[in-house]
């Protein structure tokens, strides 16, 4: 398996504001992937990053909103541009196992837009 | 495209009773199925997968299911239930791919009584 942290874990900011959430992993993985778990509801996929490509976004999510950066094997951010309350969610980075058909999850940033 | 439905948005049971927790996918090719837990203000944990070979998985904390492709299920099961099983369980469908993305049923809510 692999170990993921994320920082921060949580954060509180104001609406029309940017944030920033690492992601960091112990090994290193080609797939990243971000998703996003409104209050209550489940997790629904943003994007796929690649290290060394851009990012494939799901339908219903852009790369200006939530622009992504894999910078290496073991890293990726997603930023939250221009926040809004509608924003407001946990935010989970996940990897591939390599060679195993499998995701591990990050601990998440809770993000709460005022 | 493939889908995944969790018909029990909660699941109440009493502490050492059985539980069963449903999932039913749709997918027009083979698939690949998992059970992931999320304890309160905690990331996702893989309780159990299913790739290929026996339709009967075990898990980590004594959880089990059992494939059914005439069914297109993939129930979850567990004998005997303890208060620290209280957590949000979500199945989910991957294709055959190591690209495919993972799709998520909208969670069970399990909830152990003492």
């Known amino acids: 398996s692999a170990v993921i942290s994320q920082k921060p874990s949580r954060d509180i900011c104001q609406r029309g504001t940017s944030l920033t959430i690492q992601c960091q992993v112990d090994s290193q993985v080609t797939m990243m992937f971000w998703y996003r778990q409104q209050p209550g509801q489940s997790l629904t996929l943003i994007a796929t990053?690649?290290?060394?490509?851009?990012?494939?976004?799901e339908s219903g999510f852009v790369i200006d909103k939530f622009p992504i950066s894999r910078p290496n094997l073991t890293f990726s951010t997603l930023t939250v541009s221009n926040m809004s309350p509608e924003d407001s969610s946990i935010y989970l980075c996940?990897?591939?196992?390599?060679?195993?058909?499998?995701?591990?999850f990050g601990p998440g940033t809770r993000l709460t837009v005022t | 495209a493939q889908s995944v439905t969790q018909l029990d948005s909660q699941v109440p049971v009493f502490e050492e009773a059985p539980v069963e927790l449903r999932c039913n996918y749709s997918s027009s090719v083979s698939v690949y199925l998992f059970w992931y837990v999320q304890y309160p203000n905690q990331g996702l944990q893989l309780l159990l997968k299913?790739?290929?070979?026996?339709?009967l998985v075990k898990g980590i904390n004594g959880f089990e299911a059992e494939f059914n492709k005439s069914q297109t299920s993939f129930h979850l099961r567990k004998p005997s239930v303890h208060i620290s099983d209280t957590a949000e369980y979500f199945c989910?469908?991957?294709?055959?791919?190591?690209?495919?993305?993972?799709?998520f049923g909208t969670g069970t809510r399990l909830q152990v009584f003492p």
């Open positions: 299913y790739l290929s070979g026996s339709t």
């Open positions: 989910a469908v991957s294709g055959p791919d190591n690209t495919d993305k993972l799709i």
């Open positions: 990053a690649n290290q060394g490509s851009e990012a494939t976004y």
């Open positions: 996940s990897v591939e196992g390599v060679g195993v058909h499998e995701q591990y």
